[in-house]
């Protein structure tokens, strides 16, 4: 099934019919390794993970110096 491109739409066709294609194949089971969590920062860093919250909190400096930039 092709969907049209929005007006000006700079996406390659070819990408965007491969990312549906991928959709489907996840969705009908033939690719269900990429669809799978795996929680493996503690085994590659070392350390429990961080929440996207916390760890914004540790950089807000680096993050508000950038966003100024």
């Known amino acids: 099934m092709a ?3 929005p007006p000006g ?9 491969g990312r ?3 959709m489907h ?3 009908h089971g033939r690719m269900a390794y ?4 795996a929680d493996d920062t503690k085994t590659v860093l ?3 993970p961080l929440l996207l919250r916390d760890w914004a909190k540790l950089h807000a400096n680096e993050l508000l110096q950038i966003a100024g930039s």
Not at 9 to 17: G, Q
């Open 20 to 22: 549906i294609e991928l």
């Open 46 to 48: 070392g350390r429990e």
């Open 34 to 37: 990429i669809g799978s969590v």
């Open 3 to 5: 969907l049209p491109l």
């Open 25 to 27: 194949e996840v969705e």
């Open 9 to 17: 739409s700079t996406f390659e066709p070819a990408y965007a019919k």
